[in-house]
């Protein structure tokens, strides 16, 4: 498959630091950023009781099928039309939104090294990680703070799934990538590590050299 994309896939376990990263990575590079998490399941079949028990912290909880299409789609330059995704009612809205790459695409998410599909087509394959109590203070900040959630919720799900399911399938995807980084290093130290691979794998990229 030909691909005029350049794409920079980021994985790593929840709060571990990816998004921090790829957003910092997106403004370096004036590229926009692909999340995974828009590609979950529509679950409106499902009593609001049973999406609540569903596991979100495993691979077949996404759409990879339409996830891949899209990938690739983009890969060749092609726009699509991103799936949106509503985490109050864990169904996907009846409105889709465009959404195009630019000569770069970064491709965010837990599971973004896990298929082959994506690791194909990715350029440079990048591995956020962090140690579980860093993640677990992370993800209390961000989802109390932000999400109104409580301390004891947050805590239990992260016991019960988000902890598991990163060591049974997020954290040996680690195996797969071109650059595995802490997350807990200086940010800066991690986007200068990201743009000369990216400057070493790509003659077209050259422009983006780090000093």
């Known amino acids: 498959m030909t691909s005029s994309v350049y794409i920079i896939s980021i994985a790593g376990p929840s709060c571990a630091g ?22 979950y399941r529509d679950l409106s079949r499902l009593t609001p009781a049973e999406r609540a028990r569903v ?18 789609a983009l890969s060749r330059g092609e726009s699509v039309a991103r799936p949106v995704y509503d985490f109050a009612t864990h169904t996907r809205t009846p409105k889709a939104e465009n959404f ?3 000569e770069f695409l970064i491709v965010e998410g837990l599971f973004a090294l896990y298929w082959p599909e994506l690791r194909n087509v990715a350029g440079s394959k990048v591995f956020v990680n962090a140690p579980d109590s860093v993640c677990l203070r992370r993800r209390l900040m961000r989802d109390v703070v932000e999400r109104g959630r409580t301390a004891e919720s947050v805590i239990m799900q992260f016991e019960q799934t988000v902890q598991p399911m990163a060591n049974l399938y997020v954290r040996p995807t680690a195996k ?4 595995r980084l802490s997350g807990e290093q200086a940010l800066s130290a991690s986007l200068d590590a990201v743009l000369n691979h990216i400057y070493r794998s790509s003659p077209a990229v050259r422009r983006f050299s780090v000093a």
């Open 176 to 179: 797969y990538a071109d650059l």
């Open 55 to 72: 596991n979100f912290d495993e691979p077949s909880a996404l759409d990879e099928l339409v996830l891949f299409d899209q990938i690739r």
């Open 100 to 102: 195009v790459a630019s």
């Open 18 to 39: 990816k998004t921090e990263l790829s957003k910092r990575l997106a403004h370096e590079l004036s590229c926009p950023v692909l999340l995974l998490d828009g590609y």
